[in-house]
């Protein structure tokens, strides 16, 4: 009796095992859940491209513009940059006329300043004014009285046909040139 009590335990206990080991398979393969359905294929996130504000010169070439608007923009205008494209340009607006004043410390590029009036007519250039080397440097202000100031690359001005008395196209830049609409009243 005593071997078969043990034969008994011999087979409960290797069918034990046997039990457990199908249950392992079964619940390692109830796991292994089917993969996931695969998400669509999205296209890649389009990049918009940036439309900057801009200037076309009397030959119809057009500059992008950076605006010099907070007061530490103007302050800083084209400071420290080795160079400035062509084709790019910054544009300084002011709340009235006035005789802006302008300098090249700390420029290292050499530039044209185009005085502008209200409505985008040139009432003075001030070509190829240098970097400054040295203090004192020396300041740059126009002839007549000017609501915004363009710096381009220096050259541009002649190379493009800027001179007194055109007027440059601007668009994208709220409030200038001013219309009638812009004007105050008075």
Known sequence: MHLEATAQTTFKWRFGLLFLFLAGLWAASCSQSA???EAPVQPPPTVAKVVLP???LPDGFVVDLELAVTPQEVADGLMYRPSLPENRGMLF???ADRYPSFWMKNT???????????SGSVVDVVADVPPCAADPC?????KNPARAV????????????????????????????VTPTDAPEG
Do not use: K, M, N
């Open 54 to 56: 801009s200037a076309a």
């Open 150 to 177: 363009l710096e381009l690359a220096a050259g541009s001005a002649t190379t493009h046909g800027v001179e007194s008395g055109v007027v440059i196209s601007f668009q994208r830049i709220p409030g200038f040139p």
């Open 108 to 118: 290292l590029i050499s530039l044209d300043l185009i005085f502008l009036d209200s």
């Open 35 to 37: 993969s996931p359905p």
């Open 138 to 142: 020396p300041t740059y202000s126009p």
């Open 93 to 95: 607006i002011f709340g």
